[in-house]
């Protein structure tokens, strides 16, 4: 049996979800319920704290404990808990795997290490290896990381080891994308990140998809995938030129702060980003409250 076969059950909309923080910087874990259930009642086939959208960097251990025991407490549906882990050494990593797995977490997607430019392919293969043998969980490669990219060739070689699943191409777009799934996608799943082209990603082949959109608007998301696998794609294609125009106004350096403005223009605000990254500008607000106009009146003419 292929990993492709094998984790069929990790495919789709796995919406990953924001971390949010009391004033006094601590988890928000009434919030946090909130956005999960929002999310969750939306019909995703997975969710993901602790990734980049939910300021993984920043967050301790113990808080994406937390997190994970809160969505199995909300998770009616049980679908799979990819819970994301971004630690700069192997033995932080490895800590925070087994914790995560103790928490209840079903799979992992993990980012490269990235401080002084991060390592070279041998290095990466000894971090992935680790946190495998010593998990025992599905991992996603979160290949995110422009100074420690993953390259199509190193990804083939990393899907040799025995719970490395498949590779989250979240760097170079949808070329990048292309050149990922051409190279290593019948060797393992291929999750497309490119927020503003979910559609674009799904007609590629993507196996699902693990990106801030799906969060922001995880409904619409699980209907542009079933869309796409209905072949109703020029319906499709204009939910996708209704996104572009909003992502663009939330992409860029010190995310995910205008993500979180993003979700406060729609109605489902919980707070700022942690310190330094704090709230966004109040330019950057008007331009966000702007650009999410075209979605509240589409969710309007849906009632």
Not at 106 to 115: K, N, R
């Amino acid at each position: 049996m292929t990993k492709k076969e094998k984790y069929r059950h990790l495919t789709g909309i796995i919406a990953p979800v924001v971390t949010p923080w009391t004033k006094d910087e601590r988890l928000d874990e009434e919030a946090f319920r909130k956005q999960v259930r929002f999310i969750l009642d939306a019909g995703v086939h997975g969710i993901s704290p602790a990734g980049s959208t939910g300021e993984g960097s920043m967050v301790r251990d113990e808080e994406r404990n937390r997190m994970i025991q809160i969505i199995k407490e909300e998770n009616h549906n049980n679908v799979p808990i990819v819970a994301g882990i971004i630690r700069h050494s192997t033995r932080d990593a490895v800590k925070a795997a087994l914790e995560a797995k103790a928490a209840g977490a079903d799979a992992l997607m993990i980012t490269p290490i990235q401080y002084l430019g991060g390592t070279d392919a041998e290095g990466n293969y000894r971090f992935y290896k680790a946190i495998s043998d010593a998990a025992g969980l599905p991992i996603i490669i979160y290949n995110v990381v422009p100074q420690n990219e993953i390259k199509p060739e190193d990804a083939y070689h990393l899907l040799d080891i025995e719970n490395v699943i498949g590779i989250k191409q979240s760097v170079g777009g949808i070329h990048a994308f292309m050149q990922m799934k051409t190279k290593c996608g019948e060797k393992g799943l291929m999750y497309a990140a490119t927020d503003e082209m979910m559609f674009t990603t799904f007609q590629l082949g993507a196996d699902g998809a693990i990106a801030a959109i799906l969060g922001l608007f995880p409904a619409l998301c699980v209907k542009l995938w079933n869309l796409n696998k209905e072949g109703k794609f020029e319906e499709a294609l204009k939910l996708q030129e209704m996104i572009y125009p909003i992502w663009m106004n939330i992409i860029g350096s010190q995310f995910p702060r205008r993500l979180k403005a993003a979700l406060e223009c729609i109605g489902r605000g919980c707070g700022e980003s942690l310190s330094p990254l704090n709230k966004a500008s109040e330019e950057e607000f008007k331009q966000i409250k702007a650009a999410v106009q075209p979605y509240l009146e589409y969710e309007k003419s849906l009632k």
